[in-house]
């Protein structure tokens, strides 16, 4: 069973940029699929991109269309790191949220949070002027 902690979490102004990371302990995250999802206040959580296990599949999932272009998942699968990451540039107020991550083991990125085994706490990102 893999333990996942999220960090990097801050207020930063629009038009900024922070880096996220989904830590592991327990398991090595390479042979786990990540997905990251967004909680925006009064909202549901909705995901936001994925990487897929590097055991059996390659390359992360598309993004959903909103952080297209401005958010990058990528691993380092170096065992005394065992992080997955999320860079955030271009922060919209929209942005603003509860950051989570969560983990699959071996399979390509799942559509939906069901399907997810494995979940952090969060992180906060508040985008504001």
């Known amino acids: 069973q893999v333990k996942l902690v999220e960090s990097g979490g801050d207020l930063v102004q629009p038009g900024g940029s922070l880096r996220l990371s989904c830590a592991g302990a327990?398991?090595?995250?390479?042979?786990?699929?990540i997905g990251w999802f967004h909680q925006a206040p009064g909202k549901e959580r909705e995901q936001i991109g994925g990487i897929s296990a590097v055991s059996r599949y390659n390359g992360p999932t598309d993004y959903k269309d909103s952080v297209k272009g401005r958010f990058t998942i990528s691993r380092d699968n170096d065992k005394n790191k065992n992080t997955v990451y999320l860079q955030m540039t271009n922060l919209k107020l929209e942005d603003t949220g509860v950051y989570y991550c969560a983990a699959v083991f071996a399979v390509p990125v799942p559509q939906t949070e069901e399907r997810y085994d494995f979940w952090g706490q969060g992180t906060q990102v508040t985008v504001s002027s």
């Open positions: 327990g398991g090595s995250l390479g042979n786990y699929a």
